[in-house]
């Protein structure tokens, strides 16, 4: 069935068309977890083409079609053993993230914020700067299509594995790449590893830098310090990502601040990062969306990786609708109230918040 048999009006739509119609705001999708199957099966058939003594397996091996139940432990080594090694030159590097705009703006997105962690290939030689420049050239190219209406921004991201000397780099590279439309840095990498007092000095410096502040936050019971939830308060962050294993205390903490999450719920539920490992409505996207009114968040509903999850941001969308109740006019009040939160100045939010205005006048 075509959408030209359905009418005019989106809040008539069924609710899945519906939720692929909305204008969307995502600010939690990581670069190289948002490249599709396909798209590295593709990259992997130009690299074997080129060279037939060419050794990767064939992604579609490596991440077969259909796995999604990827956990902690099996999902960060699929990095940094395998994809990293695979989109590790100039060509890669800009036709994946094509593909990713390409994917993102099909599902109904609107405002983009993607994020990548700078890094060097020493393999075919390119720096991390080279790496980051190949990702902005491919926003460029893709935001001066005619037919694009999706707006992108770069967050960096500072792995929680960095020396501290590394995470300056990145900080100060976010800074110099600003005007080329880098709007903020983040904390990500296992949650399981590191020491992220030790960066510090780093979110001080995007912090004085005036860069929107992003970091993964309790994604898992115990971090490796017992006082990091307050060492990244500390940091002073604008959001948090996932927000999974929070006492009452920094609940309130975070609603005294203001804070807006980043709501990724397919990967939290695929990757069982939940203490009590149920289903989609038991996550906590359910508490904050009841409690709205007393630790007034924002909420922000994102996808983290789609690549491996397998669920875009119309998919996310649907799936509050269905487990939360949400009905269509809650859910464009979730799209329209996330415009607060992006990192990008106030002309962009304006924009975005007339496209969400003339999306609800369509009645
Ligand atoms: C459970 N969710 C998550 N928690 C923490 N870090 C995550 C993540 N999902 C992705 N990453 C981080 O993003 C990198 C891939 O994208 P980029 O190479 O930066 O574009 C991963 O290597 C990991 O460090």
Partial sequence: MTTTSYPDSPWDLPLAKFCHKLPKIELHAHLTGSISRQTLHEIWKQ???????????????????????YDLETFFPLFTRYIYNLCNDLLSVHYSTHQVLTSFESSGTCYLELRTTPRAFPATGMTAEEYVSAVLDAIDEYSRRPETKMVTRLILSVDRRDTLEK??????????????????????????KGDISLLHPAFTLAKSSRLGITLHF?????????????????????????????????????????????????CNIQAKMMAEVGGFGDHHFGEWYKGRETRKCGLVICTDDVGVFCSDLANEYYLVAMHFGLTKKELWELSRNAV??????EEVKRRLEEQLMEFARLE
């Fill in 340 to 345: 607060k939160a992006i990192f990008a100045g």
């Fill in 47 to 69: 690299k074997k083409e080129r060279d037939p003594a060419f050794e990767m397996v064939d992604p579609l091996l490596e991440i077969p079609v259909g796995k999604v139940d």
């Fill in 218 to 266: 309790a994604e898992i019971p115990y971090p490796p310090t017992p006082t990091e939830l307050q060492t990244l308060l500390s940091f002073q962050p604008d959001r948090l990502g996932h927000v999974i294993h929070v006492s009452e205390a920094i609940k309130d903490e975070i609603a005294r601040r203001g804070l807006a999450l980043e709501l990724c719920l397919s």
């Fill in 167 to 192: 995470a300056m780099a990145t900080v100060q590279l976010a800074v110099k790449l600003r005007e080329r439309g880098v709007v903020g840095v983040d904390l990500c990498g296992d949650p399981m």
